[in-house]
């Protein structure tokens, strides 16, 4: 069953309650408001990591468009929202309250957003909208660096997504970082501590940036960054602070997204080059952007390649079109491909995507939760109890949590009892084919009967003796997670005897919201 009638419910039965009470204080009720607003809203994600990780070049990637300023302006010290908008915008919204509008101005292709007199210190956020298909789906957050030397500009980000007596503005996070630093640690173990508690954000992926540097651009560089990124995937898994690492060139991944024709038609002319000359220019950077280059693409067309793609895509492009990629399009999805950003995107469809509405549901529990609690007045205990419940009871919250702790925490399931587990609660995608490993037409034929004896597996399994309190927990949610799958399975099946139109595939638990990054 979702949460949605009953969480909704809740927040009208809040609303009337302290619109009722004259002691109620009205932040009580602009905050219940609020928190009804957020629920209709897309799911929000943040951007965090330390300073210079990539984060607004990973925005760009991510929505396939410039918008994001990358060089070290002042806006990149504001807490930045990227929302849907039926016009282009940016409104700068005072810790006062007030907000003024910020001109926008486009240099070289780059959107760049003139504070003018507004000093960044005294801005809570600024909220850019855009016409973009991407942001109907996501709300982007892009923050400040956490390890800046200006101590305010990185709490910034930590008020945001775990502060001390509030919920977090974000429902998930796309952590970046270059290295594994113990400032990293730090921040994604203060994340971690917010996890499924009083009001963290219920989900983080992390990413291996600007991956291509790894190598120093050679163009097996994003090899070595897959080794490294499953090198900290597992520390970072074992110690509970982040579910997964994946390795992006951001830089090349917006390039990809927005390669132009002449572009293509320079990488083309140096990939028909004399193969010496070639090579001896990819040396270096300095050698590729030399004026007497004998390359047959004038230095400044060659420096704005440099700019554009870095030289790891720029290698990484001549191969492919020596390789016989026909046209621009082709090169712009192969680029997407080894970028990274493919499967960065695929892993937050699958771990924030098809789990918006349970992670909507979940932030907006928690900060009904808080408000309750700060501001009780007659009527709101039992409103108050019954968010509890539902925050404590709800399946689907239950599977995330687990996700997030089955690799950091000691039990006595063997590594494939864990990977199925993993796939029994949604680890790699919310449907019940990918719960059961099947494909569709296994799921349709003989999956009613895999995931009944999934039901008795684990049911069976979470009654051995030698269970520790969490392998129980874990074993007891693997088959609530199976029996989620019956009742969905036998549901389709009745409609379809029935004649009624098969609705789209809903998640076992909370049934997900349908929103998919594509």
């Not at 919920?167 to 113990?182: K, Q």
């Not at 491909?337 to 918006?356: C, D, H, N, T, Y």
């Not at 039901?455 to 399994?461: E, G, M």
């Amino acid at each position: 069953m979702s949460t949605s009638p009953e969480l909704a419910r809740l927040l009208d039965d809040a609303v009337e309650v302290y619109r009722r009470d004259r002691n109620a204080p009205p932040i009580a009720l602009a905050d219940v408001e609020r928190c009804a607003r957020r629920l209709r809203e897309p799911l929000r994600i943040a951007l965090a990591g330390a300073l210079k990780a990539g984060k607004s070049t990973l925005l760009n990637a991510l929505i396939g468009e410039e918008l994001a300023p990358t060089a070290a302006t002042e806006c990149t010290t504001v807490v930045t929202w990227f929302r849907h908008g039926t016009t282009p915008s940016v409104q700068a919204c005072h810790v006062n309250g007030q907000h003024a509008a910020v001109p926008i101005e486009r240099r070289d292709a780059h959107l760049n957003f003139d504070l003018g007199r507004l000093d960044p210190a005294e801005l809570d956020r600024l909220e850019v909208s855009w016409p973009t298909p991407e942001l109907n789906r996501v709300t982007i957050i892009d923050t400040p660096g956490t390890t800046s030397l200006n101590a305010e500009i990185s709490r910034r980000t930590l008020r945001l997504l775990a502060p001390e007596d509030g919920t977090s503005g974000a429902d998930a996070v796309v952590y970046l970082m270059r290295t594994s630093t113990a400032a990293d640690y730090s921040t994604l173990a203060e994340l971690n501590r917010q996890v499924g508690g009083r009001g963290g954000p219920l989900g983080v992926i992390g990413v291996l940036s600007r991956a291509d540097e790894i190598g120093v651009g050679r163009i097996d560089a994003m090899l070595s960054a897959q080794e490294i990124a499953a090198r900290y995937a597992g520390e970072l898994s074992a110690s509970g602070l982040c579910q997964a690492v994946v390795p992006v060139a951001g830089l090349l991944a917006v390039t990809a997204r927005t390669l132009r024709q002449r572009e293509f038609t320079a990488l083309r002319a140096l990939a028909e080059a004399s193969a010496d000359d070639l090579q001896l220019a990819m040396l270096s950077v300095d050698r590729f952007s030399r004026e007497n280059s004998p390359l047959p693409v004038p230095a400044d067309v060659r420096v704005a390649l440099l700019n554009r793609f870095g030289i790891f895509g720029i290698r990484i492009a001549i191969a492919l079109l020596q390789g016989g990629v026909p046209d621009a399009a082709t090169l712009s999805a192969q680029l997407l491909e080894r970028s990274g950003i493919v499967e960065l995107r695929e892993r937050i469809e699958v771990q924030f995507g098809q789990r918006a509405e349970q992670l909507k549901a979940h932030s907006a529990l928690t900060e009904l939760a808080r408000i309750l609690t700060r501001h009780p007045v007659d009527g709101t205990a039992p409103i108050l109890a019954a968010t509890r419940r539902l925050l404590g009871d709800v399946h689907g919250f239950e599977e995330v949590r687990l996700l997030g702790r089955l690799r950091s925490c000691k039990t006595s399931l063997t590594d494939s009892e864990i990977v199925e587990v993993t796939r029994l609660i949604g680890g790699y995608g919310a449907s019940p084919d990918d719960r059961l490993g099947l494909d569709p037409f296994e799921a349709m034929t003989s999956g009613r009967d895999r995931a009944l004896a999934a039901v008795q597996r684990w049911r069976a399994r979470s009654g051995h003796p030698l269970n520790d309190g969490f392998t129980t927990r874990v074993c007891r949610a693997a088959a609530r997670s199976a029996e989620g799958i019956v009742a969905q399975m036998t549901r389709t099946s009745m409609m379809r005897e029935s004649g009624i139109r098969e609705p789209g595939i809903r998640e076992p638990g909370i049934r997900g919201s349908g929103h998919r990054m594509r």
